[in-house]
């Protein structure tokens, strides 16, 4: 039977790690996954993830299954990280919160769930946006459709542009938003522009499906989310799908959560009870061991500490790493406009040249990209920075 199955094409960004790794330059430089490097080009374990990890080794003492919902206390400790834990949202039973596998085991059980609200369910999808959006959301069997998002002229969000899809989509339609660091742009809304989403999100009826991967890497951790609180503060019901993937550095173990927050505490369990049953027939029960740190970091004053300290520390390095790369390729300038990157937020940035200069730079110089021009700033370091404006210097 397999015989009659033929290759699909690699995953555009995952498929970038397997190129990058074989290839043997040593100058080479990975731009492509969005994975933090820190300024020698690695990727460590936060110090608090260690230590909360060092204390789970010695004091876990079982195995057994957790349950469909995941770890109670990391679902607390997200929901209050993202809605704030002074907000009433946090505590009240009109919200839910689930953990998940990863950012994408978040946005698949969200996306069950809305296919299950009605027939023809439908979500808008920014454009661009991440490129396992549209895959995740597809498998559900939920209608896509697409607004504007970014003006690649301006390097800029067309807000205006947006607003008005935005406001002729139907009541009952979902919404899909970055909640920060825009992947791929690293363009985000204003707080302005997230109160006039707002308000046409009550005066239309639809409902903001928010995707919050990068919470800490743009402004901070609290000035990340005052967006994505606005809407939870202003409409009835919305839904956040989050990671710890970046935040806690915990990629490969999986770590997210789906949150609902819904009309009332009936439906709120309601819709709990059917994001457990997505749950089950996908994969049964997340992950326990991302949750786990995440909730003793979160659960611990001096572990929080450090690990908000190493959080700003992060965000520090790519903020310095956007100014540093605009300077560079500014002086050097060949008449091309890079100064967007700097004003851009989080890991991602457009860099706007031409699908053949992206090739050329993979093939003559090692340096990977994905192919809509995406850089992962945080693979930029003082080490390889020159390298690297030299070579888009001679490939523009
Ligand atoms: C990315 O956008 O590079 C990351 O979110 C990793 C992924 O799974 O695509």
């Not at 004091?59 to 997200?78: A, L, R, V």
């Not at 060949?334 to 992206?358: A, E, N, R, Y």
């Amino acid at each position: 039977m397999f015989e009659r199955l033929k290759s699909v094409p690699i995953d555009p960004i995952l498929g970038l790690m397997n190129a990058f790794k074989a290839d043997p330059r040593e100058t080479k430089i990975d731009l492509g996954v969005g994975v933090y490097q820190n300024s020698s080009g690695k990727t460590p374990i936060m110090t608090a993830v260690k230590k909360a990890e060092f204390a789970l080794h010695q004091n876990e003492n079982t195995k057994t299954y957790q349950g469909m919902t995941g770890d109670i206390d990391y679902n607390t400790h997200i929901s209050e990280l993202i809605f704030g834990s002074e907000n009433s949202i946090s505590n009240s039973d009109k919200s839910c919160t689930l953990q998940a596998p990863g950012g994408s085991g978040a946005l698949r059980v969200g996306a069950e769930v809305i296919a299950r609200t009605k027939e023809n369910a439908t979500i808008w999808i920014g454009d661009p946006t991440w490129a396992n959006h549209i895959p995740i959301m597809t498998k559900t069997g939920l209608k896509i459709k697409t607004y504007p998002y970014y003006d690649f002229k301006t390097h800029s969000i067309d807000f205006d542009a947006m607003i008005a899809q935005l406001k002729k989509i139907p009541a009952g339609d979902f919404v899909l938003l970055h909640g920060c660091c825009h992947n791929p742009t690293g363009a985000d809304l204003t707080l302005n522009q997230w109160s006039e989403v707002c308000s046409v999100a009550s005066q239309t009826g639809f409902i903001p499906f928010i995707d919050i991967a990068y919470q800490g890497l743009g402004n901070g951790l609290d000035e990340d989310v005052q967006g994505l609180r606005i809407l939870a503060n202003n409409l009835p019901e919305l839904m956040v799908a989050s990671s710890c993937s970046k935040n806690f550095g915990l990629y490969r173990e999986r770590t997210g959560a789906i949150s609902f927050l819904c009309s009332s505490d009936v439906q709120s369990k309601i819709v709990l009870s059917h994001a457990m049953s997505a749950a089950r027939s996908l994969y049964s029960m997340p992950p326990a061991h991302g949750a786990l740190l995440v909730a003793a970091v979160l659960g611990d004053h001096a572990l929080r500490q450090e690990w908000e300290k190493e959080l700003e520390q992060v965000r520090r390095r790519i903020e310095s790493m956007r100014k540093m790369l605009c300077q560079k390729l500014e002086t050097n300038n060949h008449g091309q406009d890079f100064s967007h990157i700097k004003m851009q937020k989080g890991m991602f940035s457009f860099l706007g040249i031409t699908p053949d200069q992206v090739t050329k730079l993979r093939d003559i110089h090692g340096i990977y990209m994905v192919s809509s021009t995406r850089i992962n700033i945080a693979g930029i370091n003082i080490n390889n920075i020159d390298y690297l404006c030299d070579s888009i210097l001679d490939v523009l």
